[in-house]
Structures are given as structure tokens and as C-alpha cells.
């Protein structure tokens, strides 16, 4: 129970390791402080219940040097702020803003209350004769970066990989950018994440992760003509 | 610890004035709101700015001067009620009037033209925000309206003091309608 | 002196009013005092329709395929109304009235020292504009199609179109409600703002003005500043709604994001606007039971007000995923976590505040103390939300509504009840038992915690908000069990509040009779009698000689120094 990092789902993404970092350097912090916090508290109430005979001592904390004993804590905090948002930044930039060059892009629309996935087909392009559409499953291969392009139809809908550690809303009239690399073969969830009607409950998909063999496999059954 | 009493209140600062301040503000984030989400969509998508060719500009510029002059005439309003000249007053403030109401009939024009040609507010996103912030503006000048025809029909010359403060949400109306007129009619 | 004008009523003018008759004195009063137990009324009239839904809501969530008792079953568009309903109605038709329309009206004339609000009218109009939003509120239940259902942030395209939620008139009536409970409390936070500038008693300067006026007002400020931008987005959406408008939809050149910037540039502020008042309650609430001056007044309210101006900056930490440009995530996730700083002090400052003191364990302390626990759990929690890449995974789970919760819940609850219990002998002259008290804070406490800290768990197991059934999803069919200790401890909370019902029951039937100062507290309104009559004080106001947390000072013989008698008990 204790041990938040325990409960996460198993990671099988590249960046994912990255940002269950981040997550687990908050989680050290924060344990940190909320005993340091509770603690105190709870050794004050004790030491300072009420007694017969004594009185409480006469502090105003304005000056200075009363003050400083919770400033010199205060500018810890400013730093560990800082810390972990620098550690933050490169991970961000890593998983939402720098995008890997690769030559598999995947359409993925939301749509009330299915996932409708494009693939361009031998030629790359979208928009051509062999572009190939599924209904709520992904196949990917392992082992390389996969380009995605998010869309909506009508609300807004969440692409949730709860394994990847990605999310991204898919916005109507926009066209959102993201990626992933799979780390590990097998079959995972992919959820809504976000409230888009009545079928939100129990709108999600399904990605399959292919070793390269079995991907190649998969293709040829997609485009035997190719 | 000291013990003084000084005097709490901050001298010749009235309960109405800070209230209406803090009103005012709130009103002003509104406006600041609609503006601030116009100029976003403005710089965002280039292309719709063609629309505003659609406005009376000539209109537009006759309803700013009018409504310039009514907070000119708000203004000697208050000037007459602290001298408690009540003709004056009632002048002023029926001249402030009928400028409200002048704004408001051109504005009526400027819809009924718009909309004949066929440009209503669900014609795309320039009408949208253009007949929202126009409209809403004008409620905000009926009301002001609706302020001073208060004091005008008020049995006695109300204290300066209110009429001052029906001044200044007229005063903010107008500056409002300064901030729409060039972002709407001109850019 | 201004005193003189702007309603402020002298004695004669209350020997009027004490003849004015139910209607008067009931329902049309213009006396802050009643105009706050009639927002504390409605506020906990709104806290049953509120924590039913939540009920409801949880035993779906940990039985999906039974029936809910009494109720039936629960299909998934019934849910997200349920969802919705009780994320609006507890924010804002339960935490609003009772933190700032019952505490803000009830407190501040007392503590500043004058006889009304700077316009009792206006307050008046205040209650009953929010008794309208109510009406609204409870009527769009009964419309065909049903109470709106597109989640309490209401995000368009969701919102904007009825096809999409198969909701028209609910939604149209939630956005009504919702204008006029902001007009409601626009009205209230120009009263609060400006009866504390201009209305304090002769030597109430502003440093002298205790804390929970300091954070009312500061909450009112942020309410005013930062309610514009949503009000003009409510009138887009509902004209996109109702005259086919643009500005949500992409079709035609609008953009739905557009609604998320405006909804939070008002909704983080708004999250202060409930904490703050609470915090003051507590803040009160510590000097006196551990009998020592607040620790660092000053740097209080400087703290409270630095975060209140963080606050406008913060907002798209609510939108790290949403699509905005991912390069505007990193610059609002440094101002979030930096928000942690004043918090930092402020927390650090309350327990300082206990350090060498003397502490009394009674109620108000202990939910005083049960706040500042829980708000720091909370706080901490948010962090993980503030960090952009962190929030990638725990955003939109169940991690936020365990953040949530952490934070609201325990301003509203641990925090309300403590001003709740410290200042009930004042409202209605008795004292509550406690005993009962304190069985209500402790079981509480329990049950708060099973109820919501496993839900920290399973919003980091994956499982996403605001879904009917979480058995539809194979990875959280494991975890289901702690959907079903979550909802226990839900009913035994519940529960448990009967125990506060029948408190109060019994105390304003049969409790004692409140003195007029029953924890020998400094502050003005311990001056007033239990309770105090309309115009608050005889006919005269009280002096303010000195600050509001002169507790134990070392030549005085009492360890307490009312604010209104200085010079006379100081030495
Ligand atoms: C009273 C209500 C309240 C309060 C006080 C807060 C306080 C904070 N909140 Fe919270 N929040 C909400 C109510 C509240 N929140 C609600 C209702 C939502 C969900 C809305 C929705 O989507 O429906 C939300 C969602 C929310 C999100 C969006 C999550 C998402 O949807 O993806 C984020 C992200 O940054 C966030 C952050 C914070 C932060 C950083 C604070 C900070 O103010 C906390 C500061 C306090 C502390 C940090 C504790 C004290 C400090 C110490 C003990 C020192 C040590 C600390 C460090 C070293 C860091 N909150
Ligand atoms: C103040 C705010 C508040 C409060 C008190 C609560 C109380 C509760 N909340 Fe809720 N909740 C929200 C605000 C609040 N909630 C919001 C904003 C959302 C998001 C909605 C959305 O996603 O759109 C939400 C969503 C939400 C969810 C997520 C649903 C989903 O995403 O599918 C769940 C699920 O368990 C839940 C459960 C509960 C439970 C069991 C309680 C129980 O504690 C309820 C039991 C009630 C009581 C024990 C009484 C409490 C008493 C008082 C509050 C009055 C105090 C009075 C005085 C001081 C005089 N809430
Ligand atoms: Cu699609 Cu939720
Ligand atoms: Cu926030």
C-alpha cells in the first residue's frame, strides 16, 4: 500500500521509464516532507498539550529571527521546486515535443465512441487507395518509434496508454502530434481518458505489439497485394 | 505590542466608490476576457479579418463620437448636481440619455443592415464575436441608461455622490466601446 | 466619518427592526447575520442532494452490475450526470455558501467591528439571486433529457450541442444556475471588499484585522478578478448552444480549447476561492486553543496574497495533454509547483504556531488540526499533477480525484467544521456537545481516509475518471476491490455525519447556553453577546487597541487580551 511506485502498470515504452522517474523523484520529496510536516505536527501536540501550571510562551514569529526557522525550510522547498522542474523539462520535451524520425505513421481518430485507426499503407501517404482502416485495435512492431497523428471527430476524446505513460487529448479542428517506441510485445489497453458521452465508460481499444517477424507477418495479411 | 487607536477607514474614500471600483473590475476582466480570446483567434487564423470590410465604419465612428460626448455630459451632470442645480442636472442627464439611446439606435441599424445581408451571428467566427461583444456592450449602455433615467425621474436631486458613481459605470461603458471600435471596425 | 453613511445602522434604527415580524426578521432580512444561516441553510440542504449523488455514484462504481437500492439501475448517461451534478453542487452550491456566503456574511461585521455589511441590501439580493441559481439548479433534475452531464468543467464540443450528450434543457439550465450563482457571490465579494476597507472599527487597522477577514477577502478579490474571462465564456457557450454561434466549434473556426483556457483561468483561482476562507477558520482557530499568537501574522497575509497572485498564472496546469502547444507546459509547471512556497509557509507557519504553546484538545482544534493533515496530503499530491511530464500519467485518473478531494473535502469539511464549532455558541447562543464533537471528528477522519486514499492507488493502477463501470476495463478488474472499500467507508461517513446532525439537534434545543465568550478568544465578535443582537453592539462600537493574537503575553495576568480592551487589561 505504501509503495506508490508498486502500482503502476508495467512499463513497456521508452520514455515511460523516463517519467516514472520523475514520478518516483516527486514521490521521495513529497514522502519526505509529509512526515517531516506530520511529524512535527504530531511531536508539538504532544510536548505542547495543555499542563497545569504552564503557560505558553509569548512567540509572534514576525521578527526575523523567529522567522527564519520556517524561511530556511520555506527555501528548501524553492529549491526542491526547482529541482524537479528541471528535471521535469528535458522529459517532457522528450516524450510530448521532440518526435524521433521513422517511417510508420498511424491516424488515430476519436470518435463517439470508437478509436478509428489509419494506416497510410505501403505508399506512406494518407489519403491514397491503400490507406487500411481498423476499428479500436493498433498493430505496432516492437522496437521502433511509431508516429501518431491524433484527431477527433466529434468531442474531445484521451488516448490512453496506461503502459506507454501516454496520454494525449484528441481535439476537433486540430491535428496533434505525438509518438511512442514499444519496448515489449503483447497486447495492451488503450482507454478514453476523457468524459465524451454516454460510451465514454468502456470506450477503448486494444495495441498490439509485435515482434518484427510477426509485424511483418501482420502487414502482409493487410496488403497482399503489395 | 502598541496600543494606539488609530483612525481605520482611509479618509475620502466612500462605501459606493470602492464598491463600484471592485464592480467595475470584474466587469472589466468580462470584456477583458472577450477581447483577449478575439485578439488570440485573430493572430491564430489569418483570413477572416476580410469580414470586418462587412461593417459600417462611418457608423461606427459617429456612434463612438456620440458616445464620447454623452460621458462629456456625465461628466457637467455631476458638475450640477455638487453646485445642486437641478435644471442642470436634469439636462445633463436627459442629454446622456438620449446619447445612450442614439448609440443604441444606430447599433439597431448597424444589425438590421448586417443581418439583411445575410451576416448573422452563426455566419462564422468574426460575426460571432462581433455580435456578442457588440451586444453585450450594448446591455451594458441600456443599462447605464436605465442608471440615469433613475436619477432623472428621482423626486428629489439625489446626493452628487450617486450621480457621480452612475458616471463612472458610464465612463467604463464608453471606454469599452474604445477598445471594440478599432478591434472590430479597423484592424 | 463614512461610518455615518453606506448603511451602517444605529441603534434606533435596530429597536425598528426588532418589530419587523417573521417576514422581516426571517426571509427579507437585510441583517448579515441571518442572510448567513440562510446561505448556511441552503448550503447544507445542498450537501444532502450532493453527498447523495456521491452515494449513489460510489456504489456503482463498486457493484456495477447490481442495482442501487432505492434508486435503480444505473446506466452510463444517468452516471455522468451524477458525476457532474455532485462535482457542481458540491463546488459551488455547498462549498461557496457555507465557506463564504455563511462565514464571510456571519464574520466579517463582527470581527471588523461594525454593525452590518457596507450594503445590506445588496446582500440581501446576494442570498436571493443564489435561492434563484438554487431553484434553477434543483428544477433542471426534473427537465426532459435530465440534469447536465458533460462533466462539471462542461468542456465543449461536449457541452456545446445537445446531440452529443442527448441533453439540452439540463445543460441550458446548469449554465443559468451557474450565472447567477456567480452573480450572486459578484454581489457578496463587492460587500465583503469593500465593507472591510471602509466599515472597521475605530483602531482596526488593517494589521490588526484578524485572519479570517484577511482571507475572505482575499478570496473575494480573486473571485471578482478572475470570474470575467468565464462568464463571457458561459455567454459563448450558450449562445453556440442556443443561436448556433461559432466559438467552440472547429467547423467554423472556433476551437474548444478556448473554453478549457477560460473555464481555468477562473477554475484554479476558484479552488482558493473555497480554501481560502476555510484556512482562515483554521488559522483563527489555532491561537486560540494552543494560546499563543499566530506565528508570523504579517507574512501570512503576504503569503496569502502571493499565492492568491500565483493563482492567475497557473491555470493551463489543468491542460498539459489537451493540445495545446506542448512548449507553453514547462513555464506553467514551474509557476505550479512554485505555488507549493507560500503554501510551504503558511503550513510551516500553523504548526509553528503550536510550538510552545498550550494546547487544547477541544472540537474546533481537532478539526483544525485534521485540516491541516489532510490539506498537506492534498497539497502533496499536486505536485504529481504540477510536474507536466508526471501529469502525463495520473492526469484525468483517479489520482486527481484523490488530489481533489484531499484539497476540497478538507477545506470544506475539516476546515468548515472548524469555524463551524468554534463559531456555532456565537450564531445561535448554545454550545455543542463535545463529546459527540469529537466522536464525529474522529470517525471522520477514518473514514475520510478509507474512503479516499485508496482511490490514490487505482487512479495510479490506470483507472480513468468519471467511468460508470471499471469492470469494463481487464486491467482494474484485479484492483476492483478497492472500489469496494472506497465505497464503505463512502456509507460510513455517511453515517457518521448523523452524529453531527443530532448534535446540533440537541444543542439548540436543549444545549447550554453559550457565555459570551466561551473560549476566551481575543477577537471582536467574543465581544458581542451569544448571539448577537441585530446591530451587533449596544450603541456604541467597540475600540480595537491592539492585534487580534495577543495570547499568554508575559505581564499580563490572563492569558488572553480581547482586542477591544487594551489599555484597560494590559497590565
Ligand atoms: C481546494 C482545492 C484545491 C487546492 C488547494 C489545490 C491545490 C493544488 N493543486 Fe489542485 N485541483 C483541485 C483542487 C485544489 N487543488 C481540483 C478540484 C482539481 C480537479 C479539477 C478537475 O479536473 O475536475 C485539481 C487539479 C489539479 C491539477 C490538474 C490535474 C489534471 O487534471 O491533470 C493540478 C496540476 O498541476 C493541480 C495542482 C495543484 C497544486 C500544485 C496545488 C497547490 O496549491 C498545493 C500547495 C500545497 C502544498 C504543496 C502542501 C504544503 C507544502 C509543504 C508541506 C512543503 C513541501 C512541498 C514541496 C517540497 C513541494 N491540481
Ligand atoms: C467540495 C467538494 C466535494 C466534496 C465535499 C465531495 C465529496 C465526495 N465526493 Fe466528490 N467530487 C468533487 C467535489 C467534492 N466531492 C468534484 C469537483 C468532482 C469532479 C466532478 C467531475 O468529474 O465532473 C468530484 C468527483 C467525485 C468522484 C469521481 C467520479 C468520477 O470521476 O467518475 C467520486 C468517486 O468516488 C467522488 C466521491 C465523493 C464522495 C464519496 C464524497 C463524500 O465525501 C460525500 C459525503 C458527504 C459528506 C460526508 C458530507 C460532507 C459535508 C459537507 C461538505 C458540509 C460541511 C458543512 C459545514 C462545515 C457546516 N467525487
Ligand atoms: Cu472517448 Cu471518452
Ligand atoms: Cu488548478
Not at chain 3, 4 to 27: D, K, L, P, Q, S
Not at chain 3, 362 to 382: H, I, Q, R, S, Y
Request: a neutral charge; proline letters at 6%; aromatic letters at 16%.
Amino acid at each position: 500500500m505504501l509503495n506508490w511506485m508498486q502500482w503502476l502498470p508495467e512499463n513497456v515504452s521508452t520514455f515511460g521509464g523516463d517519467v516514472d522517474g520523475v514520478i518516483r523523484t516527486i514521490w521521495y520529496v513529497t514522502v519526505a516532507w509529509f512526515f517531516i510536516t506530520l511529524g512535527t505536527l504530531a511531536a508539538f501536540l504532544i510536548l505542547y498539550r495543555r499542563r497545569a501550571g504552564r503557560r505558553a510562551a509569548y512567540v509572534k514569529g514576525e521578527r526575523l529571527r523567529e522567522a527564519a526557522w520556517i524561511l530556511v525550510p520555506v527555501v528548501v522547498v524553492v529549491i526542491l521546486d526547482l529541482w524537479l522542474d528541471l528535471l521535469g523539462a528535458p522529459v517532457w520535451a522528450k516524450v510530448k515535443i521532440e518526435r524521433p524520425v521513422t517511417d510508420l505513421t498511424i491516424q488515430v481518430t476519436g470518435k463517439q465512441f470508437e478509436w478509428e485507426v489509419l494506416y497510410p499503407g505501403p505508399d506512406g501517404k494518407f489519403g491514397t487507395a491503400d490507406d487500411r482502416q481498423l476499428l479500436d485495435e493498433l498493430h505496432v512492431p516492437v522496437g521502433k518509434p511509431v508516429h501518431i497523428i491524433f484527431k477527433a471527430k466529434d468531442v474531445i476524446h484521451s488516448f490512453f496508454l496506461p503502459n506507454f505513460r501516454l496520454k494525449q487529448d484528441m481535439v476537433p479542428g486540430r491535428t496533434i502530434e505525438g509518438w511512442f517506441e514499444a519496448t515489449k510485445p503483447g497486447k495492451y489497453e488503450l482507454p478514453c481518458a476523457e468524459l465524451c458521452g454516454f460510451g465514454h465508460s468502456g470506450m477503448k481499444g486494444w495495441l498490439y505489439v509485435h515482434p518484427p517477424a510477426e509485424y511483418e507477418q501482420w502487414v502482409k495479411e493487410q496488403w497482399p497485394a503489395a | 505590542m502598541s496600543t494606539s487607536v488609530e483612525a481605520p477607514a482611509i479618509p475620502g474614500i466612500s462605501a459606493g466608490k470602492v464598491g463600484v471600483w471592485w464592480f467595475l473590475a470584474s466587469e472589466i476582466m468580462i470584456f477583458g476576457g472577450l477581447i483577449a480570446s478575439f485578439i488570440v483567434f485573430r493572430l491564430g487564423s489569418a483570413g477572416w479579418g476580410a469580414s470586418s470590410t462587412h461593417l459600417n465604419v462611418t457608423l461606427a465612428a459617429i456612434n463612438t463620437v456620440i458616445l464620447l460626448t454623452s460621458s462629456l455630459t456625465v461628466v457637467q451632470a455631476f458638475a450640477a448636481a455638487e453646485r445642486g442645480d437641478a435644471t442642470a442636472l436634469r439636462l445633463f442627464l436627459g442629454l446622456t440619455i438620449l446619447g445612450g439611446l442614439g448609440f443604441l439606435g444606430i447599433k439597431a441599424i448597424e444589425y438590421t443592415t448586417e443581418i439583411r445581408a445575410g451576416f448573422t451571428p452563426a455566419s462564422g467566427i468574426f460575426w460571432s464575436f462581433y455580435y456578442t461583444m457588440t451586444g453585450l456592450h450594448a446591455l451594458h449602455v441600456l443599462g447605464g441608461i436605465a442608471v440615469n433615467v433613475i436619477f432623472f425621474f428621482g423626486r428629489r436631486v439625489r446626493t452628487p455622490h450617486r450621480v457621480e458613481l452612475g458616471g463612472l459605470y458610464w465612463h467604463f461603458v464608453d471606454v469599452v466601446w474604445i477598445f471594440l471600435f478599432p478591434l472590430l471596425y479597423l484592424s | 466619518m463614512n461610518q455615518a453613511r453606506a448603511g451602517t445602522i444605529t441603534a434606533e434604527a435596530v429597536a425598528h427592526h426588532a418589530a419587523g415580524g417573521f417576514w422581516r426578521t426571517y426571509v427579507f432580512s437585510t441583517d448579515h447575520k441571518m442572510i448567513a444561516k440562510q446561505y448556511l441553510t441552503l448550503g447544507l440542504a445542498w450537501t444532502l442532494v450532493g453527498g447523495l449523488l456521491a452515494a449513489v455514484m460510489r456504489w456503482q462504481l463498486a457493484w456495477p452490475d447490481t442495482a442501487v437500492p432505492g434508486w435503480g439501475e444505473i446506466g452510463p448517461e444517468v452516471y455522468n450526470m451524477l458525476v457532474t451534478m455532485h462535482g457542481t453542487i458540491m463546488v459551488f452550491f455547498v462549498a461557496m455558501p457555507i465557506l463564504l456566503g455563511a462565514f464571510g456574511n456571519f464574520l466579517i461585521p463582527l470581527m471588523i467591528g461594525t454593525r452590518d455589511m457596507a450594503f445590506p441590501r445588496l446582500n440581501m439580493l446576494s442570498v436571493w439571486t443564489f435561492a434563484l441559481a438554487s431553484l434553477v439548479l434543483f428544477v433542471s433534475f426534473f427537465v426532459p433529457g435530465g440534469a447536465a452531464s458533460a462533466g462539471w468543467t462542461g468542456y465543449p464540443p461536449l457541452s456545446a450541442r445537445p446531440e452529443y450528450t442527448g441533453v439540452n434543457w439540463g445543460l441550458n439550465l446548469w449554465i443559468l444556475a451557474q450565472a447567477l450563482e456567480f452573480a450572486a457571490f459578484l454581489m457578496g465579494g463587492v460587500n465583503y471588499l469593500t465593507t472591510a476597507i471602509i466599515l472597521r472599527a475605530p483602531g482596526m487597522t488593517f494589521l490588526r484585522v484578524p485572519m479570517v477577514v484577511w482571507q475572505q477577502i482575499t478570496a473575494a478579490a480573486l473571485f471578482l478578478l478572475s470570474v470575467g474571462p468565464l462568464i463571457a465564456g458561459a455567454v459563448m457557450l450558450l449562445l453556440d448552444r442556443t443561436i448556433g454561434t461559432a466559438f467552440y466549434d472547429p467547423q467554423v473556426g472556433g476551437d474548444p480549447l478556448l473554453w478549457q483556457h477560460l473555464f481555468w483561468f477562473f477554475g484554479h483561482p476558484e479552488v482558493y476561492v473555497v480554501l481560502l476562507p476555510a484556512l482562515g477558520a483554521v488559522l483563527e482557530v489555532l491561537p486560540v486553543f494552543s494560546r499563543k499568537p499566530l506565528f508570523g501574522y504579517r507574512w501570512i497575509v503576504g503569503a496569502t496574497i502571493v499565492a492568491g497572485g500565483l493563482s492567475f498564472i497557473v491555470w493551463a496546469h489543468h491542460m498539459f495533454i489537451s493540445g495545446m502547444d506542448p512548449r507553453l507546459a514547462m513555464p506553467f509547471s514551474i509557476t505550479t509547483i512554485l505555488i507549493s512556497v507560500p503554501f510551504a509557509y503558511i503550513v510551516f507557519a500553523m504548526i509553528a504556531t503550536l510550538w510552545r504553546g498550550s494546547i487544547r484538545f477541544a472540537t474546533p482544534m481537532l478539526f483544525a488540526l485534521g485540516f491541516v493533515a489532510m490539506f498537506t496530503m492534498g497539497g502533496l499530491t499536486g505536485i504529481f499533477n504540477g510536474s507536466a511530464p508526471a501529469d502525463i500519467y495520473v492526469s484525468r485518473t483517479y489520482f486527481v480525484v484523490a488530489h481533489f478531494h484531499y484539497t476540497l473535502f478538507s477545506a470544506v469539511f475539516f476546515g468548515g467544521f472548524a469555524g463551524f464549532y468554534f463559531w456555532f455558541p456565537k450564531m445561535f447562543g448554545r454550545m455543542l456537545s463535545e463529546p459527540l464533537g469529537k466522536l464525529h471528528f474522529w470517525l471522520t477522519l477514518v473514514f475520510f481516509n478509507v474512503t479516499f486514499f485508496p482511490l490514490h492507488h487505482i487512479g495510479l493502477a490506470g483507472m480513468v475518471r468519471r467511468v460508470a463501470n471499471p469492470l469494463q476495463y481487464e486491467a482494474l478488474v484485479p484492483y476492483q476491490w478497492i472500489n469496494v472499500v472506497s465505497t464503505v467507508g463512502t456509507f460510513c461517513m455517511v453515517a457518521t455525519q448523523l452524529v453531527f446532525a443530532l448534535n446540533v439537534v440537541w444543542s439548540l434545543v436543549a444545549g447550554r447556553r453559550a457565555p459570551t465568550n466561551p473560549w476566551e478568544a481575543n477577537t471582536l465578535e467574543w465581544a458581542a453577546p451569544s448571539p448577537p443582537p441585530h446591530g451587533n453592539w449596544g450603541p456604541a462600537l467597540p475600540t480595537v487597541y491592539c492585534g487580534p493574537y495577543e495570547y499568554s503575553l508575559p505581564e499580563a495576568r490572563e492569558d488572553y487580551l480581547p482586542q477591544n480592551l487594551g489599555p484597560a487589561r494590559a497590565r
